[in-house]
């Protein structure tokens, strides 16, 4: 498998408002955007763009916003709305897609929820849910609508005493059920979000899950599978085989959320990674090359697989996540090697360029590129395609 089977041939045929063929027009072509979605938590808006969010646009197309219920309410009645539109606008603005993440999981929870009695949880789980993707419809429509649902009625890392409200609701109603009661609520107000659900345990329980969840018509839209590899990498065959374990449910894979490290790795005896802490965790110069390494196996590998949609790199900075040195960029926001292997697959191998071309005597002309958003240009006029597998596509344009 390699990336070719995200290439697509297309017919295009040219026609001016009046729907007469531009024959034998010299035409520019260039493209805008990939269909994959290559994406990375969301960079910082400000007034003006930084060289961080210059360097995140240079690369990336589709971002992950974070909406974790603690820290968007973290007082009851009171979400940081506004906070979060702006965000998500100043993505939009430069044409980035969204997801938000996620809207129910078992850490990073509202604390004020743990006292409740589970009945008025439930309700308020709802509530939220329901609120959060109306809210931001037709900005935010794709979201992770629970996250790590395999360890949620187990989870006890409770370091308050106060044992966790969504731990227990889902303990107490199973982890099918709550999966069915946020992909309802989020479907309730008809705004047809994109539903994904997600987890790092990649394993049989994971998979029982999705069996059993499109077994008792739930209806998820994709697979969330995490891949943080701060132990090492996971390795080409091991991706394939992740990848092919779930993509016999027929639906698309996700990669959600990847890192690897240009420093030192975590202890393979440490399980879980939250418990990796250290005074120092630098960037170092063999580490970087690794990392630039690793990150084209990576993405080679995953784009090269068709049933695989998308992949999320987990922060563009270092120390973004469990203060890693899992960022592209440097903590001075210097570019690592593997920032540059990245963009060279995603805006390079992978990219198409402007190239010049002409239309035939019926207006038509061929585009070999990389599935996605093209513009063409006769003179001075304009329009966008949507160019997929062997297609055949039109667009009138408004000629002098």
Request: with cysteine.
């Amino acid at each position: 498998m390699t990336a070719s089977v995200r290439r697509v041939t297309a017919t295009v045929t040219l026609t001016d408002d009046d729907g007469r063929p531009l024959a034998r027009r010299d035409v520019t072509v260039r493209q805008r955007r990939h269909a994959f979605e290559f994406g990375c938590v969301g960079t910082h808006p400000g007034e003006t763009d930084t060289h961080v969010q210059r360097a995140w646009l240079d690369v990336f197309d589709t971002a992950t916003l974070p909406v974790y219920w603690g820290r968007y309410e973290p007082v009851r009645g009171e979400p940081r709305r506004a906070e979060l539109e702006q965000a998500a606008r100043w993505h939009a603005d430069r044409g980035v897609r969204l997801k938000g993440h996620p809207l129910v999981w078992h850490t990073v929870k509202a604390p004020w929820l743990d006292t409740l009695p589970l009945s008025e949880v439930e309700q308020l789980l709802r509530a939220r849910i329901r609120r959060e993707v109306t809210d931001f419809a037709g900005l935010i429509d794709v979201w992770d609508v629970v996250n790590e649902a395999v360890i949620m009625p187990r989870f006890t890392n409770e370091p308050d005493g106060v044992p966790n409200a969504i731990t227990r609701l889902c303990a107490e109603i199973g982890r099918v059920e709550l999966v069915r009661l946020a992909v309802e609520e989020a479907r309730a107000a008809g705004t047809s979000p994109r539903l994904l659900i997600n987890d790092f345990d990649l394993g049989p329980e994971y998979e029982q899950l999705v069996e059993d969840l499109l077994a008792a018509g739930v209806e998820i839209d994709a697979i969330g599978l995490q891949s943080h590899m701060h132990k090492g990498f996971h390795g080409e065959e091991r991706l394939l085989e992740v990848c092919e374990r779930f993509a016999r449910f027929g639906l698309p894979l996700h990669w959600t959320e990847t890192t690897l490290l240009s420093g030192e790795h975590v202890p393979r005896e440490i399980e879980d990674l939250n418990d990796h802490v250290v005074d120092d965790w630098p960037s170092t110069p063999e580490g970087e090359e690794r990392q630039a390494e690793e990150i084209v196996r990576h993405y080679t590998t995953l784009v090269g697989h068709p049933a695989v949609h998308s992949i999320t790199y987990w922060g563009i900075e270092d120390g973004g996540w469990l203060d890693a040195p899992s960022g592209l960029l440097r903590r001075d926001g210097s570019p690592k090697p593997a920032y540059d292997a990245l963009r060279g697959l995603v805006r390079g191998e992978w990219w198409v360029d402007e190239r010049a071309d002409r239309t035939d005597e019926e207006g038509r002309l061929e585009v070999e590129g990389f599935a996605g958003t093209y513009e063409v240009r006769v003179g001075t006029a304009t329009a966008e395609l949507e160019l997929g597998p062997d297609q055949e596509s039109h667009a009138a344009l408004r000629v002098g």
